[in-house]
């Protein structure tokens, strides 16, 4: 079936870098916009960028406007998140999403804990 | 950004009706209408409407939303154990250039 599958999560320190991947499979990836949106731990949802199905644009929160870069490779059926300069209030799980008139497929979600 | 608005909130008997509210302004809800998503603890949410009262296949049709200008709702009918879960709603932010979320309506089911 239709399929996110977020990977590269993990600790980091502050001020450092991570990037983020998202594997769709069982639907035409190139065909559709994505989304990165997280969830810090105890907390709501935070939509974090956008990138429309040929890459043309981004747009991005306030929160990571400058630090983080959303990408994706239509080849591989992947997207990324390239996060830098990163803070302890970046700490949460990254999910990606699918958009069809909204966020209608969700990943698992990866972990990212920004912490000295 | 600013986010939408959602009662934290909301505590319901079994079999009765929860309507879950999210208002936000001319510029998202007001304009295109706002999604809902729930999310049950330890997994990634999951949609439930789109643009108001549009389901998804597979989601049941206790499940229906409207809007009354600025103003979203969600209406669960004949409540069950399994709708316990949080609510989200969210919507495009023509002013913002974004997506807002709103923080999530904790629904308890007596």
């Known amino acids: 079936q239709v399929q996110l599958v977020e990977s590269g999560g993990g600790v980091v320190q502050p001020g450092g870098s991570l990037r983020l991947s998202c594997a769709a499979s069982e639907f035409t990836f190139s065909n559709y916009n994505m989304h990165w949106v997280r969830q810090a731990p105890g907390k709501g949802l935070e939509w974090v960028a956008f990138i429309p199905y040929d890459g043309s644009i981004q747009f991005y929160a306030d929160s990571v406007k400058g630090r983080f870069t959303i990408s994706r490779d239509n080849s591989k059926n992947t997207l990324y998140l390239q996060m830098n300069s990163l803070r302890t209030e970046d700490t949460a799980v990254y999910y990606c999403?699918?958009?069809?008139?909204?966020?209608?497929?969700w990943g698992q979600g990866t972990m990212v804990t920004v912490s000295s | 950004q600013a986010g939408l608005t959602q009662p934290p909130s909301v505590s319901k008997d079994l079999r009765q009706t929860a309507t879950l509210t999210c208002t936000g302004n001319s510029n998202n809800v007001g304009n295109q209408g706002a999604a809902w998503l729930q999310q049950h603890q330890g997994h990634p949410p999951k949609l439930l409407s789109y643009k108001n009262n549009n389901r998804p296949s597979g989601i049941s049709e206790r499940f229906s939303a409207s809007r009354s200008g600025n103003t979203a709702s969600l209406t669960i009918t004949g409540l069950q154990p399994e709708d316990e879960a949080d609510y989200y709603c969210s919507a495009w932010d023509i002013s913002l250039s974004a997506w807002v979320f709103g923080g999530g309506t904790k629904l308890t089911v007596l």
């Open positions: 999403a699918k958009e069809f008139e909204s966020f209608d497929i």
